[in-house]
Every structure is written in structure tokens, then in C-alpha cells.
């Protein structure tokens, strides 16, 4: 397009090196991304949801046994992260980045209203691959929430199709925490940076290269919101490298 450009040899060694990203906000691209029932609450992925129209509010969906029921996102984001062992404020976090355009609106890919694709909803951008079409990369995602993957068993799991924004969330969690987090790529740095022994160099989540350090910053400033940072347990799994360059790399 008119914006986005390959990324230089020299963007890349300074995004992927890991002592550039040791400050109080990118080294939460390191954070581990599993759930942990002990300090992952309800009213902390609430405080993150703050600032979007998913902060406090609910939406309609069908429920297991075929009622039509509210839930607030909040809830859904924690039953996601119980579903699917994936941190529910990391779930929060890539969700507002990707669908929250207002405290009024979710981005078309939320909307359940593109032409073509109504009624079905994709929440953390799976699938979303570029396009030069008008809105390609919106319905590449939503072909995803209808169709799912070749693997049937794996659909089933992921609660395809996403016709209803509580199985968006849900079933989209399961998709990050079995493709990704369980795999090894299991923190932000490794889903942009694959260096694990699955799919190395490649499998990588999202196309930006700086979108590690754009959820990091993200992710700190939302939890200098919550009560009691300072006592949080936070777990960060930095990598280390052998035959590096004295200095870290430079910014380009």
C-alpha cells in the first residue's frame, strides 16, 4: 500500500535484538503468556478494556444450551483465558489493539456487518492476511471466522464458525494458545520472532516489525492502571544469544 514498506536489515536487527528491549515498557514483550487464575481477575481485564466500547458493556450471543444471553467482554476474555490457558489480559490487550477503533465502535472485523461475511466476527486478527483489495485483510480474517483451517478436529476446538462474538473470543483464544503459546511462541517477542524449533524463522503472528514493542508499550501502560503492579507476579523469558556484536544494534 501508500504506508507499509519492507522492513530494512537494519529495522529488523534492532527490533529483534533483545537488549534494545529491556526497558521498564518493551521488556513486557518478553512476558510469558499463560493463565494464571491467581492474579489474572475479571476487574483487571476490565481496567485494560477501559477506553474502548468494550470497557463495562455487554453483547448478545447464544449460549450452550441455544438461549439467547448478554455477557460482558470482560467475562468473556476470562472464560477464554480458562478455556484456552492464555493470559486474558494478554487476549485483552491484542483485542483492543486490533478491533477497538472508539469508545463508540469495534473495527469492521468485529462489526459482524461486512458485506458478505455478516454475522461472523474476528477479534485478535487471525487470518488477516494482506491485501490490496478493498477491505481484503478484513475479509481474509472473516473467511477464517466462517471456514476455519483444514483440520476439522482443530475447527471444532476453535468453535468455528465465529457467529457470535462470545465464540470469536473464545474460540480465537484457543487458536493462540495452540498454535502459538503451547508451540513455544510464548511470549509477544516469539510470535513476531520465531527463533523456537517449530516453524523457525517463519510461523510469525503478526507482519509488523515493531509490533512486538507496540503491544509491549501497550501492555505497561495498562497495567500501571491496575492496583498492586509493584506485588504482581510477572513472569519474562528473555532470549539469550551466543556470538553477538559488543554494542546492540543500532536504531536504523
Request: charged share 20%.
Amino acid at each position: 500500500g501508500s504506508v507499509w514498506v519492507t522492513a530494512s536489515k537494519k529495522a529488523i536487527a534492532y527490533c529483534m535484538d533483545p537488549r534494545n528491549n529491556l526497558g521498564e515498557e518493551n521488556i513486557f514483550m518478553f512476558e510469558e503468556l499463560s493463565y494464571d487464575k491467581e492474579y489474572h481477575v475479571q476487574s483487571g481485564v476490565e481496567k485494560i478494556l477501559k477506553g474502548s466500547c468494550m470497557y463495562q458493556s455487554t453483547f448478545d450471543y447464544t449460549d450452550a444450551l441455544g438461549n439467547r444471553s448478554k455477557c460482558f467482554y470482560s467475562k468473556a476474555f476470562m472464560d477464554a483465558a480458562a478455556y484456552a490457558d492464555v493470559n486474558p489480559y494478554h487476549l485483552a490487550i491484542r483485542s483492543k489493539q486490533e478491533v477497538a477503533n472508539s469508545l463508540r465502535s469495534l473495527s469492521a472485523m468485529a462489526s459482524g456487518n461486512v458485506s458478505g461475511y455478516e454475522g461472523y466476527y474476528n477479534f485478535y486478527g487471525i487470518g488477516v492476511y494482506n491485501s490490496r483489495l478493498n477491505l481484503g485483510a478484513v475479509k481474509n480474517g472473516l473467511y477464517y471466522a466462517k471456514n476455519g483451517g483444514n483440520n476439522a478436529s482443530l475447527n471444532q476446538k476453535m468453535l468455528i464458525p465465529w457467529n457470535d462474538p462470545y465464540k470469536a473470543i473464545k474460540g480465537g483464544a484457543y487458536f493462540l494458545g495452540n498454535t502459538y503459546i503451547q508451540q513455544g511462541q510464548n511470549t509477544v517477542y516469539l510470535e513476531k520472532f520465531n527463533l523456537t524449533p517449530r516453524y523457525r524463522y517463519a510461523h510469525q503472528y503478526m507482519g509488523n516489525v515493531a509490533c512486538a514493542q507496540v503491544e509491549a508499550a501497550n501492555t505497561y501502560k495498562l497495567y500501571s492502571s491496575l492496583e498492586g503492579l509493584e506485588n504482581m507476579k510477572i513472569v519474562f523469558s528473555i532470549p539469550v544469544f551466543e556470538s553477538m556484536p559488543k554494542d546492540p544494534s543500532p536504531k536504523p
